[in-house]
């Protein structure tokens, strides 16, 4: 029985995504061992085939505190700087695991640098996830908004960019040239690679090799979408925060006919005023998938961070976006959602009005060209060869089963 190490950035809008390839992988002879935190573990419930491993306690005291710094949120630099410094933290962990488990295959978060190290060392075959789009030469020249935001960074927190390159010089002493630079992160590279969208709305989807493999989203829903959709839903994942931000948004719906969905992602640091709870406003710490999903189904409306995992359900169940970004690579997807034409980036600051979100709700509420369009992005999602296909192509390639 051959054995597959599965190698997480541990962060909801990843793992989600990957479980779907896990269980699908469960369901073939091969052992699969799958590491991220364990507050994850719940995601998998129901999946048999499967062992789940930790990440260090040492790690997740690291993680929660990066995660709680907004300063790095905001700068595509800063975020680079996150991954070269968690693989620095998890590379005597993982090196150890590696060496122990002896696996056939390694499935490797692009994002999960130290996953790519332990593979390149020990010479054992591996191949890519990505949970979003990737980030190429291709995806450059078909984004110069991303190519800005890059530059724009490179400049205004270039100490992280020193910060990194130290660690790289650092791995590259004690394990040689086997870590990703930071153009090739988010790169193919040649390699068996995973992308959760379909081609059509990848950037240049149709220029890249067959080596990649564009599988749809990581959620498939083929029923009736309601036609007459009576809510405005306001989410920004599991990570972003903020104390006026929800405030705006609620006001900014005010009187316009329809029922207001509030979901904190289970972020205890986001706060609103009472005084703003409305009988048509309904607020939760937390939804399950199962109710996020059911109440995107019914919205018209989604006023999102713009996470890939939340762009993607939305267009599934054709809902326009208005994505406010929180982090760099939200601020990239919002453009490409407004380049798709599914909706709009609407860069809210701390002291945004209500008058001018409002505005912006009403004008795409309206839009009807946003309408063809999420259906366009809809059928491309609904056509892609999906998990269980693409599990196939990994034994085809990698002989696994």
């Not at 499967?50 to 990440?55: C, N, P, S, V």
Request: aromatic fraction near 12%.
């Amino acid at each position: 029985m051959k054995k597959i190490l599965f190698i997480s950035l541990p962060i909801s809008g990843h793992v989600n995504p990957q479980s779907n390839l896990c269980k699908e992988l469960a369901e073939k002879d091969v052992e699969l061992v799958y590491y991220t935190l364990e507050k994850y573990f719940d995601k998998f419930k129901g999946i048999d085939n499967i062992k789940l491993r930790k990440y260090p306690d040492s790690f997740l005291t690291y993680y929660n505190q990066l995660a709680n710094d907004e300063s790095i949120q905001s700068q595509f630099m800063a975020l680079i700087y996150v991954f070269y410094t968690f693989t620095e933290n998890l590379l005597p962990f993982i090196m150890e695991e590696v060496s122990r488990e002896k696996p056939d295959l390694i499935i490797c978060d692009t994002f999960a640098l130290w996953g790519k190290v332990a593979a390149r060392y020990y010479k054992i075959p591996y191949a890519y996830f990505y949970s979003s789009f990737m980030g190429d030469s291709i995806v450059m020249k078909k984004s110069p908004a991303m190519v800005r935001e890059l530059i724009k960074s490179a400049i205004t927190a270039f100490p992280y960019v020193l910060k990194f390159n130290s660690i790289i010089k650092r791995v590259e002493k004690k394990y040689g040239k086997v870590i990703d630079k930071p153009y090739k992160v988010m790169s193919h590279q040649g390699k068996f690679t995973m992308v959760v969208t379909s081609k059509e709305f990848h950037p240049g989807g149709n220029e890249y090799p067959d080596t990649v493999n564009f599988i749809g989203p990581a959620h498939i829903d083929r029923g009736v979408i309601p036609a007459n959709k009576n809510t405005i839903f306001i989410s920004l994942g599991t990570i972003c925060f903020s104390d006026t931000f929800w405030d705006t948004c609620i006001e900014a719906s005010k009187d316009l006919g329809y029922n207001v969905v509030v979901s904190f992602g289970g972020n205890t640091n986001n706060k609103v005023d009472p005084k703003n709870l409305q009988d048509n406003v309904k607020m939760y710490d937390n939804l399950s998938l199962e109710e996020y999903r059911n109440v995107l189904k019914q919205s018209v409306l989604f006023i999102s961070h713009g996470g890939f995992n939340s762009i993607s359900d939305s267009i599934l169940y054709k809902t326009p976006l208005i994505v406010c970004p929180r982090q760099a690579e939200q601020i990239t997807n919002g453009k490409l959602v407004q380049q798709y034409g599914c909706g709009i980036l609407f860069r809210a600051t701390k002291n945004v009005e209500s008058a001018a979100l409002r505005k912006k709700i009403v004008e795409v509420i309206a839009n009807e060209n946003i309408k063809v369009n999420l259906e366009k992005y809809r059928q491309s999602f609904l056509n892609s060869i999906g998990f269980k296909n693409i599990v196939d192509k990994l034994n085809k390639e990698f002989d696994l089963f």
